[in-house]
């Protein structure tokens, strides 16, 4: 071997144990859950895929801090869209996702789909810092896996949370585990968007629209003053 091609071997070797091995995690996985059982019209089952679309327009972060996997579930489980690192290359995608679902129409197996979705999150092609299953139902579950069986798998195979908005005073959120984890109610499809964008909020870590804009007011409002303050 030539005195070159050591030096190139040594060079190489140097490089490969100073390169990172993996790039930073991102701060979030989020599988978003749908339910699409048969209880639910397919008007609010429409109303359901615009709200969606709708909460992410105002709340996800485009800068490839979040990743998002989308779930449609009845009695079987549908991955909508793969889990994936949103950026403005694929927020387009995602969107026309669930826009684009079918609804399944028969009974309801929470359990199976939250399994699906800890399952994929846990797969480590994404490194994350949080892993949350967000699960919208109007029901309860009645076939498939047991669904507080599921979610206390799904915690216990590292999930954070698994957490619930129930449409409506049949919905069942009892399965709901982790650290932290939440519930919300929704009286009807109506309210569906309005209870979506707060838990989704909490759940992603960013203001509410309405918040931001009193926020805003009052940082304006602050300027002003502050600015009277200096003339004076």
Avoid: H, W
């Avoid at 996702?97 to 609804?103: F, P, R, T």
């Avoid at 909020?201 to 304006?220: D, F, H, M």
């Amino acid at each position: 071997m030539s005195r070159r091609t050591l030096l190139s071997l040594v060079a190489l070797g140097s490089l490969a144990l100073s390169a990172p091995t993996q790039a930073a995690p991102i701060s979030l996985e989020l599988a978003i859950v749908i339910d699409s059982s048969g209880s639910i019209s397919a008007s609010d089952f429409a109303t359901q895929k615009t709200s969606y679309v709708n909460a992410l327009n105002a709340l996800l972060p485009l800068d490839g801090s979040v990743a998002i996997e989308v779930i449609n579930f009845s009695n079987n489980v549908v991955v909508e869209f793969a889990d994936a690192i949103i950026t403005n290359a694929n927020f387009g995608a995602l969107k026309t996702a669930i826009q684009n679902m079918s609804q399944i129409g028969s009974t309801t197996a929470i359990g199976d789909a939250i399994a699906k979705a800890a399952t994929d999150l846990l797969t480590p092609a994404i490194d994350s810092l949080r892993q949350i299953i967000d699960v919208s139902t109007d029901g309860v579950s009645n076939t498939g896996q047991n669904d507080v069986t599921a979610a206390a798998n799904a915690v216990a195979a590292g999930i954070e949370q698994v957490n619930c908005l129930g449409v409506g005073g049949a919905a069942n959120c009892n399965f709901i585990a982790g650290t932290g984890a939440f519930s919300i109610n929704a009286a009807n499809f109506a309210a569906f968007e309005a209870a979506l964008t707060t838990k989704l909020a909490r759940e992603i870590g960013v203001p509410e629209p309405a918040s931001l804009a009193l926020l805003a007011t009052a940082l304006i409002g602050a300027g002003i003053a502050t600015r009277r303050r200096r003339r004076t």
